[in-house]
Structures are given as structure tokens and as C-alpha cells.
């Protein structure tokens, strides 16, 4: 079956970095846009950050811009989120997301597996 596996997660103080990696088995990978969500208690899910199939394109939700870049190895079947200037407001779950679809959305419904999240915490 499908799995994504996040991983990287943890504490970091204000200012600091993290380097999120999803390691996806059970699909083609290189047919699945991937993406970035995160969740903070009492608040909805949100889009953070997303990368077509090939890698030649990403979007990034305007909080994180400058600071976050996704990545991908197709080769590895992983997708990575580094996360550079971390702020406290960037504390979350994170998750990695699945669309079989050429680009990225934004679009929780449209994907189609789920991670089952890491943590980040940033203190101030």
C-alpha cells in the first residue's frame, strides 16, 4: 500500500533550520505532485508549500517564501522541506502530501495520500 513517511521533525530555537524529508513507497513517484501542509492546534490545515512531478516548478504559501524551499529526488522517491529563519508561528505539524497530477495544488481535497505528520516546534 501507499505510505509517506515523514521525518525531521523537532525542536529549534527562533532563527534556526530543519530539514523535513517524506519518503514515499507504493506509488510511482514521479507521477505525483508533492506537497507541504501544516497544522497548529485549534487551526486549520494549511498549504505550505508544493512541487510539480518533474521539480521544475514549486509555490510557496507567502509566510514561508524566502525562508522554505522544496525539494525532490525521484530517484530516491523523497520530497524535502528545508526550513531556514524559523519562527515561532511556523510551529506545527507538518505533513507531506500526494496528487496525481502533473503541478501541484493547493487544494487539500484534490490530494490523494497523506503522511501522518512531524512535529516542529520553534521557540522563541
Known amino acids: 500500500q501507499v505510505q509517506l513517511v515523514e521525518s525531521g521533525g523537532g525542536l529549534v530555537q527562533t532563527g534556526g533550520s530543519l530539514r523535513l524529508s517524506c519518503a514515499a513507497s507504493g506509488l510511482t513517484f514521479s507521477l505525483y505532485a508533492m506537497g507541504w501542509f501544516r497544522q497548529a492546534p485549534g487551526k486549520e490545515r494549511e498549504f505550505v508549500s508544493g512541487i510539480s512531478r518533474s521539480g521544475g516548478s514549486s509555490y510557496y504559501t507567502d509566510s514561508v517564501k524566502g525562508r522554505f524551499i522544496i525539494s525532490r529526488d525521484n530517484a530516491k522517491n523523497t520530497v524535502y522541506l528545508q526550513m531556514n529563519s524559523l519562527k515561532p508561528e511556523d510551529t506545527a505539524v507538518y505533513y507531506c502530501?500526494?496528487?496525481?497530477?502533473?503541478?501541484?495544488?493547493?487544494?487539500?481535497?484534490?490530494?490523494?495520500?497523506w503522511g501522518q505528520g512531524t512535529q516542529v516546534t520553534v521557540s522563541s
Open positions: 502530501a500526494a496528487a496525481n497530477s502533473y503541478s501541484f495544488t493547493t487544494v487539500i481535497s484534490l490530494y490523494d495520500y
